[in-house]
């Protein structure tokens, strides 16, 4: 294998090399595939909606061949191993080398539940599909060839709710995806290898995750739409207004592409939601129950 090869990624060494992007038809998968097709990339962009990645497709390719680059779609259900293992295979046969893998696709599910129990078996299994064995099944595709070339850098997208509690599938997933990270990047040093990893850990960021369920696949449809209550109507409320006012897709968009170029491991986009971490650290230095009086999003007591 090439991993003790000596290449760091610099950021003029982007152009020309190709980055994967699962998740790339919406929100922040599809400025990534922005940003590094404007770093003079090929991107290959995969998603489970296609009308809306052929449209990305379109802009994606635009700005790269102002730079000399291409872009290409792959449908791809990234729960579907075989299918990110094709997803692999594709790119490589087009690009010859895949260099930049972010295993972004993602789902909410419903966190927008009354109480304890009320998140059905299906939800449970489909978010934790998408988010955490979509990530697994990148690594299991993508990280071979990585390592036998030496040259390239996987970002994982966890999230905030990957370091704060949560009894729900979405949070499960992204502590998953914040574990398994953090323990590929030991992985990875320990070998002296020269792949990189990068985990990144949004706040909240405009983008359409609020109408996951659009992508909900027919088996994990819910056996029956029961009334929200209010709620949960309440609480969705103010999620919409949360994502809406958060960060801009392309803000995040531009810590990745420096996460990669920089070879960072950690990708914070609000940091006060980072330092609301300290009350459960603290309870757990100190072997105390949970806080559970204190909203770690916002930070209020
Ligand atoms: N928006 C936020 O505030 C926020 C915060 C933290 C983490 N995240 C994470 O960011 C990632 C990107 O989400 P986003 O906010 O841009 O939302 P988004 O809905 O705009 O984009 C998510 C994309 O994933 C695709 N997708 C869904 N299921 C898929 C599957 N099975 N296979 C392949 N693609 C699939 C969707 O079609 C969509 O294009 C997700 O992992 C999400 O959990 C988002």
Request: include cysteine; charge should be negative; glycine fraction near 8%.
């Amino acid at each position: 294998m090439g991993a003790r090869s000596p290449y760091r990624c610099a950021v003029d060494q982007l152009e020309g090399r190709t980055a994967v992007v699962t998740g790339a038809a919406s929100g922040m998968g599809r400025a990534f595939a922005r940003r590094f097709a404007t770093a003079g990339m090929n991107v290959v962009l995969s998603d489970v909606e296609e009308p809306v990645l052929d449209e990305a497709v379109d802009e994606v390719a635009a700005i790269a061949a102002d730079r000399n680059a291409e872009a290409m779609g792959v449908i791809t259900d990234v729960a579907d191993e075989q299918a990110v293992a094709e997803l692999a295979a594709q790119s490589i046969d087009r690009f010859g080398r895949v260099n930049v893998v972010c295993n972004n696709a993602g789902v909410a599910g419903t966190g927008l539940v009354d109480g304890p129990g009320s998140i059905s078996t299906k939800d449970w299994k489909w978010v934790l599909d998408v988010n955490l064995w979509g990530v697994i099944h990148g690594h299991q595709a993508f990280l071979p060839h990585l390592l036998d070339h030496g040259d390239g850098h996987i970002v994982n997208t966890a999230s905030m709710a990957g370091h704060f509690p949560g009894h729900s599938a979405y949070t499960a997933s992204k502590w998953a995806v914040v574990g398994i990270s953090e323990g590929l990047f030991t992985q990875l040093k320990t070998i002296g290898s020269t792949v990189g990893i990068s985990c990144l850990c949004p706040g909240w960021v405009n983008t359409n995750i609020a109408e996951s369920a659009r992508n909900r696949p027919e088996w994990a449809a819910p056996d029956a739409l029961a009334e929200p209550s209010a709620a949960v109507e309440a609480r969705f409320a103010v999620i919409r207004d949360q994502l809406a006012s958060g960060r801009s897709p392309d803000d995040v968009a531009d810590l990745v592409h420096d996460a990669v170029v920089n070879d960072s491991f950690w990708i914070f986009t609000d940091l006060s939601m980072v330092a609301n971490l300290r009350p459960r650290f603290d309870a757990v230095l100190e072997n105390r129950n949970p806080d559970w009086n204190h909203n770690f999003v916002d930070g209020d007591d």
